[in-house]
Nanobody, 118 residues
Framework: QVQFVESGGGLVQPGGSLRLSCAAS????????MSWYRQAPGKERESVAT????????SYADSVKGRFTISRDNAKNTVYLQMTSLKSEDTAVYYC???????????WGQGTQVTVSS
């Protein structure tokens, strides 16, 4: 079955960096655009970064542009999110998923908590 396993979160001071990983399984990973999403307490889940199936097209939410970098390794069925210059407002649970509504309605991993605090 479809699975997403996110890792790499933690507690970091403002201005710090983290690298998140998401291992996907149960579908043809290389055929799907992938996104990183995040959900802060009391807020709706939002997409912060997207990468096309082959990695050639990338987009970011304005709030993270210039600070976050998404990448993928189709040989490892893994998508990454390098986060730098972290701010308190980046505090959230981070998830990966495809861009397909069929997936986002049904399949979510446990996410990885990122807390930015001094």
């Amino acid at each position: 079955q479809v699975q997403f396993v996110e890792s790499g979160g933690g507690l970091v001071q403002p201005g710090g960096s983290l690298r998140l990983s998401c291992a996907a399984s149960g579908f043809t990973f290389s055929s799907y655009a992938m996104s990183w999403y995040r959900q802060a307490p009391g807020k709706e889940r939002e997409s912060v970064a997207t990468i096309s199936s082959a990695g050639g097209i990338i987009s970011y939410a304005d709030s993270v542009k210039g600070r976050f970098t998404i990448s993928r390794d189709n040989a490892k069925n893994t998508v990454y999110l390098q986060m730098t210059s972290l701010k308190s407002e980046d505090t959230a649970v981070y998830y990966c998923n495809t861009r397909s509504r069929v997936f986002t309605i049904t399949y979510w991993g446990q996410g990885t908590q990122v807390t930015v605090s001094s």
